[in-house]
């Protein structure tokens, strides 16, 4: 029987609820119903979130239906904008349809959706149409959306709909197939590589999703089809291998769906678990995993059939979702900084954490979809009003995101009735879960540290390079994203050296991280530390360093998005108000002291991020005199073609100057006109394109040689000497350079001159200057205190050793690692520094003694105190971190060690401590994760299962000297230690050059698990 026909029994005969028993379809219409549908989801929707998507999906109507084409009577083609039928089709068959949020009534909203579905049903080309469809990328994720949505409405269609849609359905998966492991060749570019993979300049994991999701709702909805069986497989292996990555996936035999994770082929991944995309630096495309697998789930739960445990065992994807969690902001949405403006999609990242949350039940995702909802709806009310993906720029993710949306509701409605709604985490749950470092390497360019109070990077990937800093997570208050600067100057500087240094807390006590980079301008570094503070120190790289771009929105309902910020420093205090929404054009009058010249020319500094400079008109006047640059001869440091320097100065409105494609990055773009003889003016007026210049300066010339600046723009509303800036009450800075810092526009320069050396402190609430000074007699050596930890920076190519003088309030003196000597001021702490190596000392002890007193901090636990001169004993006081005083007697001229048993010794010199370990999740049967082996916790052990075997992925090529054991009281199984370069090829061997450390089993049942696994170099 055909899947049709088989289907008209099933509702023939009463078989309504079987086909309905996933319970995610009540609301079908009963055919021949207008106006609303006799089946409906029982009640209102299952909890608060819902109950949020289910009114932004209401009020994004309007913007569907300015979409629909009356003409052609549906809504059109065009960057699938047909899509939107998925979300009017879960707001027709579920109660609480409101026509004045909407935007039209419910009868118009039904008829135009039928229309469109029975238009695209029979216009793809799986049924014989020519419009769309079939093609991988993207028609197929655009199908999955139009599958469900006519699911939906089910009963409303007509019978040669239903077979198109059927068609759609089985056919797809049969052409998907037929491809085996090759590409689409109607796809274009966009290819998984085969089996294979691989991650340079995009990942695959997409577009391996991509080959599942085709398959998934043939699987879905036609089980029963004869080719199914080969579906099925195809599906699988597309799916399991979306997170490949050898090292972890060869040591892994656990069955997925029958097959094991050994046989997976791919590498999709950089070897540190993550996935970029479009060159970006941030991990946003990882969350492709589980977008893909909430589409696909979504046709298994709505028809009923039982999930492919693909879906809910994916190989890696904990160890990639624990990157995500580390990237995460206070809206619950992995930070998206992409080379243009799309820092905020809301509408595209909701589907991904409702997936996790709903169907995964994690409770932390919860966390990060309820944060994630409350922003959508001042998202959404905030102009262009309506929309969900607004900050793309491009309106074709619209009919996506409202597709997710509804997608998203839906899992919450099955959530519901299997099991109950998901408790989120606190925020202080999530925030302590989510807090971690992880150095991703070179080639992905991301030293990340999430903290309970802040996030922070140093980031190196080319064209987005920057010390990225986000005090409380706040993703509204400081831009990250694309070309704009952060710290650094500007983000296309390019990186000679790159040196990272990661802190873990089950090592070194502490989480922090030190980025320190090398250009051909000199050095700059950022270090981070746990309490969201940062330290960002340079040479002097360019002029106007110190660069924090602030988002200034009246977007009432988002937290700090009042329409002003307020900036205090040392001189007052100002507020900015938020500029009106962009133009696309901007117009400029700067008037100065009158100035007699033949040249005349306006000299970028900081253009648009996106496309650089472009004027429609440059005039100069004098007072209210003609124009003289109408009669003056026009040039320009470069020119796209037909927008030549000329048609700046031609008088027409219509016609403009830009700059070439390949200068749009560059900042010092100019356009100057020769008067033809010298002139006196007091004034010009620029009048911009959509491309205008962010910070420029007017300069005038007797020879068009040498340049004399008589105006600038924009005009600092604060100008500081004092040393501070407390921005908008959320983040503070202490700032030490011979330049001012400014506030101008939304822009807050921290060194505003030459370049110079420059130090600054950046703490996740206001701070005025109260902070203990380090001075180290070295000029290439910068150093501070921030909240307690001694930061010292190496910025130079040669190893530096000296002392570091730090002034502390007298009586209680922080020591450091290392020696120091305790003085009437201070402490005088020794330094030795590699070339170019940051180092952050966490205060070990603080000690009550005289000046003279010397101390060597062993680690955490160990002190050695003298008291070189005296002729009596001394009484000192010495505190760890965190435990209790001890008063200590210290003869004269006798060294006392002091140690305190009950306090960890940090740094520990185990390498193993923290570092990923495979098997990943899912885990093979028997056995428990070894990360507990590594964790540093004596009361957690891993438990191999049979013959189980486990891997340390210490980072980066080490020398190991030695692999120690430790085992639970019992039987110790046979064990070995291997070692592996690339985690592919491993030797038997505790010593040598090796990155994956792994332990082999003959284990069984009754054996000891292994507590502890130690690598040491």
């Not at 469809?133 to 197929?140: E, N, V, Y």
């Not at 003279?852 to 001169?869: Q, Y």
């Not at 010794?905 to 193993?912: E, G, I, K, W």
């Amino acid at each position: 029987m055909g899947e049709l026909n088989r289907r008209k029994a099933l509702l023939g005969a009463g078989g309504v609820a079987a086909l309905l028993a996933s319970g995610l379809l009540p609301g079908v219409a009963a055919a021949g119903t207008e106006g609303t549908a006799s089946g409906r989801a029982p009640g209102g929707p299952p909890d608060p979130v819902a109950a949020t998507y289910l009114r932004v999906l209401l009020r994004h109507t309007r913007w569907a239906e300015q979409q629909f084409d009356p003409v052609a009577g549906i809504y059109p083609a065009k960057d699938f904008t047909f899509a939107v039928v998925l979300g009017n089709a879960l707001l027709l068959t579920r109660d609480g349809y409101d026509e004045a949020t909407a935007g039209v009534d419910q009868q118009t909203l039904k008829a135009h959706t039928l229309a469109t579905i029975k238009h695209f049903a029979a216009s793809n080309l799986l049924t014989g149409g020519t419009e769309w469809g079939r093609k991988l990328f993207f028609d197929t994720t655009f199908q999955s959306y139009f599958v469900l949505a006519a699911r939906l409405l089910w009963t409303d269609l007509d019978d040669a709909t239903k077979t198109n849609v059927e068609r759609i359905t089985t056919e797809q998966a049969a052409y998907t197939t037929a491809l085996g492991d090759r590409d689409d060749p109607t796809s274009g570019g966009w290819t998984p590589n085969g089996r294979k993979g691989g991650y340079v300049g995009d990942t695959k994991l997409e577009e391996m999703g991509v080959y599942a999701q085709s398959l998934a709702p043939a699987l879905a909805w036609a089980p029963a089809d004869a080719r199914a069986k080969d579906w099925r497989e195809a599906f699988g292996t597309w799916s399991r291998n979306e997170g490949g990555l050898p090292a972890a996936d060869l040591v892994n035999p656990r069955l997925v769906d029958g097959v094991p994770i050994t046989a997976n082929t791919a590498t999709n991944l950089y070897d540190t678990f993550l996935v970029e995309n479009h060159g970006s630096f941030g991990p946003h495309y990882q969350e492709e995993l589980w977008r893909t697998s909430g589409r696909n789930a979504m046709h298994f739960l709505a028809a009923g059939t039982p999930l492919p445990e693909v879906l809910t065992a994916q190989p890696n994807g904990e160890l990639l979702w624990r990157t995500m969690l580390l990237m995460t902001s206070d809206a619950g949405e992995p930070l998206m900084p992409m080379v243009a403006d799309r820092e905020h999609l809301y509408g595209r990242d909701v589907i991904p954490l409702a997936f996790r949350a709903q169907v995964l039940g994690d409770r932390h995702a919860a966390r990060a979809e309820a944060d994630l909802a409350a922003r959508l709806e001042p998202y959404q009310a905030y102009a262009p009003a309506d929309r969900i993906t607004k900050f793309s720029g491009e309106p074709k993710y619209e009919p996506e995101a409202r597709a997710e949306l509804a997608i998203s509701y839906l899992l919450h409605e099955w959530r519901a009735r299997h099991g109950g709604p998901v408790t989120p985490a606190n925020k202080t749950e999530f925030d302590a879960h989510a807090a971690g470092v992880a150095d991703f390497g070179a080639a992905p360019g991301l030293l990340a540290h999430r903290s309970p109070a802040a996030w922070a990077a140093t980031v190196t990937k080319p064209g987005f390079v920057k010390f990225a800093w986000q005090p409380h997570h706040d993703d509204w208050l400081f831009v990250l994203g694309g070309a704009n600067p952060m710290l650094l100057p500007a983000t296309n500087i390019t990186v000679k050296e790159r040196h990272a240094t990661t802190y873990a807390k089950v090592r070194d006590g502490f989480d922090g991280t030190v980025g320190l980079l090398r250009f051909d301008a000199g050095y700059a570094a950022l270090a981070t530390l746990p309490t969201g503070a940062a330290v960002y120190a340079s040479t002097g790289i360019a002029e106007g360093e110190g660069v924090l771009n602030v988002f200034n929105l009246a977007m009432p309902g988002m937290p700090g998005l009042d329409g002003d910020r307020t900036y205090t420093a040392a001189e007052g205090k100002v507020t900015v108000k938020a500029q009106a929404a962009p133009t696309g054009a901007r117009t400029d009058d700067l008037t100065f002291a009158p100035v007699t010249a033949r040249h005349v020319r306006m000299l970028g500094v900081l253009p648009d991020p996106t496309y650089g400079y472009s004027l429609w008109a440059f005039e100069v006047r004098d007072g209210d005199g003609p124009d003289l640059a109408r009669a003056g001869t026009a040039s320009a440091s470069s020119a796209s073609s037909g927008k030549e320097a000329k048609y700046a100065t031609d008088g027409d409105p219509a016609t403009r100057w830009a700059v070439s494609t390949s200068d749009r990055p560059r900042t010092d773009s100019w356009l100057a006109v020769d008067l033809g003889a010298p002139a006196t003016f007091d004034r010009v007026k620029l009048s911009w394109e959509a491309a205008a210049g962010r910070k420029y300066r007017v300069e005038t010339s007797p020879d068009g040689v040498t340049w004399t600046p008589v105006a600038t723009y924009p005009i600092p509303a604060l100008r500081s000497t004092g040393g501070w800036l407390d921005v908008d009450g959320r983040a503070g800075v202490l700032v030490e350079s011979p330049n001012p810092l400014t506030v101008t526009g939304d822009r807050v320069t921290l060194s505003d001159g030459p370049a110079a050396p420059l130090l600054a402190e950046l703490y996740p609430a206001p701070r005025k200057p109260a902070r203990a000074r380090v001075t180290t007699g070295a000029p290439a050596v910068r150093a501070t205190v921030a909240d307690g930890f001694l930061v010292l920076l190496n910025l130079s190519g040669t190893a530096a050793n000296g002392t570091a003088t730090v002034s502390q309030d007298g009586g209680a003196y922080r020591l450091y690692r290392g020696g120091q000597t305790v003085t009437r001021t201070g402490t005088e702490v020794t330094y030795a520094l590699a070339p170019a190596e940051g180092r952050i000392e966490p205060p070990r002890f603080t000690v009550r003694g005289p000046a003279g007193l010397k101390a060597v901090v062993r680690d955490a636990s160990r002190v050695d105190l003298t008291m070189a001169s005296g002729f009596l004993p001394v009484v000192v006081t010495v505190t760890p971190d965190g435990g209790r005083p001890r008063p200590v007697v210290l003869p004269p001229r006798r060294t006392v060690p002091v140690v305190f048993g009950d306090v960890r010794p940090y740094p520990l010199a185990d390498v193993a401590l923290g570092r990923a370990t495979f098997p990943a999740a899912p885990l093979p049967p028997g056995m428990s994760s070894p990360a507990a082996a590594v964790d540093d916790d004596p009361a957690t052990a891993w438990r191999p299962g049979p013959d189980g075997r486990m891997v340390v992925d210490l980072g980066a090529v080490t020398a190991v000297s030695a692999v120690e054991l430790a085992w639970t009281p019992g039987r110790r199984p046979a064990a070995s230690v291997e070692t592996s370069i690339d985690g592919v090829t491993y030797r038997t061997a505790g010593t040598g050059p090796a990155r994956y450390v792994a332990v082999r089993t003959g284990w069984r049942s009754g054996d000891a698990s292994l507590s502890r696994m130690s690598v040491r170099t």
